[in-house]
C-alpha cells in the first residue's frame, strides 16, 4: 500500500469518527494445519481413552487419530499409542493436519494401517486456513509390538484431528483491518484453540498483520504497535495498552482503535467495551470516548447496507424493482437498451443510487456481440465498451466505479465520470475464462468463477491498489471439491454464497463458504420450483435466486416470491446495488 493510499485511510476513518462459527458439514474435505499455538494451560475438553489391552492396529491408530484432539499439553495420551522411541521423538507443535469424520484406517498387511480421507485445507500458526492443495489424505502407519502391544513407530509431526474434533476444538475469531478507504473494516478470519480465542491473542495477532492472501489490499494501522502489557479485561470491557512508533500521527491512533474495537466485540470474546490506552494514558481524541464500542463507529460496519439498496433483476431488456416490479426510473428500465444484466453502485457520500452499468448481446450500436453501456442510474445510458462477451458488471461498497471481465480474461474498471481502465490479472488467463466476477462489499476481495480445464471453480483474489494502478492478485480455489460453480455473489464481506452443481442429487444447488475456502455449507431449496439458475446477495438482505425464469427470495429458511401473496415475477440477473 502506497503512502498516499494509506493518507487516505487515515483521512476517511477520522471523517467517519468525528459525527459519530462458521461450520463445516460432516462430508467436508482433510484440513491442514501448521504450527497451531499450544493450548492453555487450563484447557478443558473432552479427553481421549488410554490404548485398550489387546487393542488391533486400526484401534490403535483410531485412538491416536482421537486423542490429537487432546485440549492437554503436550497431548500425554496421544503418546501413549507411540512406541517408546516414537513418543518422545514425536512433536505434537508442528502442524495439525484434520481429516474427514468417515476416514477408513485399513490394515494393508500385518504391522501397517493405512488412513485415507478426504482433504480441507491448512491453518499455521497464525490460525490463517487455506485450502489444501491435494483432494485426498493417506498415509500408512507402521507398528510394532512393544511388550505384547501394538505401538505407532512412525506418526507424522503435528496433530492428526477429524473434522469434528477440529470444530469442536477450534472457533472462529474475525481480525479487522481497514480497506484503501479508511470507510470500512475489513474480516480476516483466524481460527483459535477454544479457550485460547482471548483478547490478548487477537490483539498480538492484530499487531502481527493481515495474512499473506489480503496483506497487498489492506491497511494496518496497529503495524509498528506492541502492547506494553497483557491485554485487562475487568467484566466485559478489554484494556488494551499500547505504544506506538515515534511520531504516529493521532490519525493513524484512531484508525488503530476502531480497528481493535471491531476485532475485539465479537460474541466469542464476551466483551462489550474497548479501552484504548497510548503509553498508559487515554487517547483523548475528538469524537472517541474513553471506552468505545462498535456503536460509537458505525461508519466502519464491514456489512453496512445501504438503505436504498434493494434488489434489481432484468425483464424483457429492462432494470425492475425487486420489491414491486416497476421498473427502474430512466430509460434502463425500459428495452431501450436489451441489458442482459447490470450492476448499479451507491453513492457512498450520499447514499443515493448513482453510476450504473450493463451489458447488452442485442443491441449494439456498433454490431458487436456485447456492449457495456453507463450512466447515472435514471438517466440516459452512453457506449462504453464493445466485447465478445463481459462478466455481470459489479460495484464494491467503498467507491463509485463498475468493474467487469471482457472477452473472459480482460478485466476492466470504470470510475464514475471517467474511461474504462485496464486492471491487471495476471494469474487469470492462465487458469481459464471467467463467466462470474464479484466484488466484495468492501472492494477488497473478488470472486471469480473460472472455466478451465476442469470445469468451472470458484476463486478468490485480492483487490490492491497502489497509487493509481488497480489489480486482482492471488487468485485461489475456494471450495475446490465444487467443480461446476454457475453463479456466486456476497453474503457479507465474509461469506460467500455459491450456486454449484451437486453430483448426488444431479441438480444445481447453493451453498456459502467462507472466504477462505473453510465450511462449505448447503442452503436449502425449499419453495423453489426446481434448481436455481442465478442468485444475488448482499448484506443484510434476502438472498435472490431465479428459479424457471421466475425470481424468489430466501426468508426464513424457506424460498418465497418477491411480493407477498402475489405469483412469482419472471425476470433473470438479479442484483443488489452495492
Known sequence: MSARAARAVLVGLLAAL??????????????????????????VGIEPQAPEPGATPE????????????????????????????????????????????????????GTVQVTAEAVGTIDERGIFAVGSEDVYARNFTLTDESG???????????????????RTYEQIALYFLDPTGTRVVPDPRYLVDGEAQPNAVVERLLSGPSPAVSAGVVNPLNGASLRSTVAVAG????????????????TVASAAGQLVWSLQQEQLG??????????????????????????????????APPNAVGHYLHDGGLRRASDGSPSPGPAGTNTYGLSSAAVSVDPRTGQLALMAGVSTTNSPTGAPATLFA???DGDLAWV?????FTAPTTPGTRSEVWTVRNGTDV????????????????????????????????????????????TQLYVGTVVRDDDAVSVRDLRAVAPSVRQVVDVAWRNAGLLMVLAGDPSEQKTVPYTVGVDGFGLTPVLTNGLPEQATALAAAPGRQPLAVSKGTLWQLAGGTWVTLVRGAPPLDGAAPFYPM
Open 412 to 455: 476492466v474498471r470504470l470510475p464514475a465520470g471517467g474511461s474504462p481502465q485496464t486492471v491487471s490479472a495476471p494469474t487469470l488467463a492462465g487458469l481459464g475464462r471467467a463467466t462470474t466476477f464479484q466484488l466484495s462489499p468492501d472492494g477488497v476481495r473478488a470472486a471469480v468463477v473460472i472455466e478451465g480445464t476442469d470445469g
Open 271 to 304: 466483551l462489550q467495551t474497548v479501552e484504548v490506552l497510548r503509553d498508559g494514558q487515554p487517547l483523548g481524541l475528538p469524537g472517541l470516548p474513553d471506552r468505545q464500542t462498535r456503536a460509537d463507529l458505525p461508519a466502519l460496519d464491514p456489512d453496512a
Open 18 to 43: 468525528l459525527p459519530a462459527c462458521s461450520t463445516v458439514p460432516s462430508s467436508s474435505p482433510v484440513t491442514q494445519i501448521t504450527q497451531v499455538a499450544e493450548p492453555p494451560a487450563d484447557a
Open 385 to 389: 465498451l464493445d466485447g465478445s462477451s
Open 236 to 251: 466485559q470491557t478489554a484494556t488494551v495498552d499500547l505504544t506506538f512508533p515515534a511520531g504516529t500521527e493521532d490519525g
Open 149 to 167: 502391544e501394538w505401538r505407532i513407530t512412525n506418526p507424522p509431526d503435528g496433530l492428526l484431528m477429524l473434522e469434528p474434533d477440529f470444530t
Open 59 to 110: 484401534e490403535v491408530v483410531r485412538g491416536f487419530i482421537d486423542a490429537n484432539a487432546s485440549t492437554a499439553r503436550n497431548h500425554p495420551v496421544a503418546r501413549q499409542y507411540l512406541s517408546t522411541d516414537a513418543a518422545t521423538s514425536w512433536s505434537d507443535s508442528d502442524g495439525v493436519t484434520v481429516i474427514s469424520g468417515d476416514y477408513a484406517p485399513v490394515q494393508a498387511q500385518e
Open 375 to 377: 450512466g447515472p442510474y
